[in-house]
């Protein structure tokens, strides 16, 4: 594990320490008094101040990289050098171009990156991946949106462990949430484009329109997918009610219809998948809703016995990328925008 700030305690050291097939060996951090707490509290065989010295430990097989943004690609890029396996949380970057570098040179490796789009690993929306796949025939539309709650955090802090923090820890220059458009489309916006893509396929064009009042900030884009598809997603941060996320998707012989809870809920997404061959409605048991120890699993199989890879990789997690900066570039010019013309970041 490397980095031991919010994210990791909130999901990834739990995640490691519950996973079937994943033991978590060591941790590092450059911030001690946070090093040592995590040790004392999740007693990894060992604890590192220094990637470095991580990396050249044999017995390190694979490294989840949970820290700040802007060190993603080159932290992961250090490790596949050193030749470890790496999960890297999302967003894969934050420039088209690093993502796009890092990309063909993975593709080179011998190594598997996966990037933590963890509700690849909601049973409810991977359910919905199979019917849309193996039932529905083609798609004529999907609609999706992600809407952050003005409650939200009153919610999450009631769940989540009380964090720890440092004033050691090793911080990306300048304030990266001060420029709300592009930390809410990196923080947010992540998670939308890439179930869009999950469940609907690569998308050919976006034209957005940007709202920004009372506090909030709400993207509407319309959505060309390369199917011939339509679509259109909803990107609202904040509404005044609850947490709003899900997705409504039709199809030549059925439709989809899902409603996503916040992570932290650890619950499977209420998804209703009707289907013209018996006319009648399934919907999936999520009697297991753990994403993140699913994710660590899923990663783990790849690597341990050649399974096809289950999360997203770092193709997806460039597109994600790509997407998000076609939108903020379709919002600046009023135009509709190519994600595969993009160069450049958020």
């Known amino acids: 594990m490397l980095g031991c700030g919010p994210i990791a305690q909130y999901t990834h050291f739990e995640s490691c320490r519950k996973a079937r097939n994943a033991d978590l060996y060591a941790i590092c ?11 004392a509290v999740h007693q990894p065989q060992i604890a590192y101040a220094q990637y470095e010295e991580m990396l050249n430990d044999p017995r390190v097989d694979a490294v989840v ?10 932290l992961c890029r250090q490790a596949v050098e ?14 088209v171009e690093e993502c796009d570098e890092l990309d063909r040179w993975v593709q080179d490796s011998e190594k598997i990156v996966q990037v933590g789009h963890m509700k690849r690993f909601d049973p409810g929306i991977a359910y919905a991946r199979d019917f849309i796949r193996d039932e529905m025939g083609d798609m004529i539309a999907l609609k999706a949106w992600y809407c952050d709650s003005t ?5 999450t802090d009631n769940l989540q462990p009380l964090p720890i923090h440092s004033g050691s820890a090793h911080k990306p220059e300048g304030n990266p949430k001060e420029d709300k458009r592009r930390y809410f489309m990196l923080t947010h916006g992540s998670h939308l484009v890439d179930t869009a893509q999950f469940l609907g396929g690569p998308i050919e ?17 319309d959505v060309e997918f390369a199917s011939g598809s339509a679509g259109h997603l909803d990107l609202t941060i904040a509404v005044r009610m609850d947490f709003h996320e899900g997705f409504q998707i039709y199809g030549e012989h059925g439709s989809v219809i899902g409603k996503t ?3 932290w809920f650890l619950k499977s997404s209420d998804v209703e998948c009707f289907s013209t061959k018996d006319s009648a409605y399934h919907r999936p048991l999520g009697e297991d809703a753990h994403f993140y120890r699913r994710q660590i699993e899923g990663f783990a199989d790849t690597i341990l016995h050649g399974a096809a890879l289950q999360g997203a990789s770092v193709s997806d997690g460039t597109a994600a990328m790509r ?13 509709a925008v190519r994600p595969s013309d993009i160069s450049g970041g958020v």
Do not use: N
Request: charged letters at 25%; aromatic letters at 8%.
């Open 261 to 263: 809870y916040l992570p």
């Open 323 to 335: 997407i998000m900066t076609a939108i903020a570039r379709s919002v600046e010019g009023d135009v």
């Open 151 to 155: 409650y939200r955090y009153t919610m």
């Open 205 to 221: 064009s976006v034209r957005g329109r940007l709202v920004e009042k009372c506090g909030a900030h709400c993207w509407f884009v």
């Open 29 to 39: 951090d450059v911030a001690d008094d946070l090093r040592e707490r995590m040790a």
């Open 82 to 95: 050193a030749g470890k396996h790496v999960l890297v949380e999302k967003p894969l970057g934050v420039t």
């Open 65 to 74: 990289v949970a820290t700040s943004d802007q060190f993603h690609v080159p």
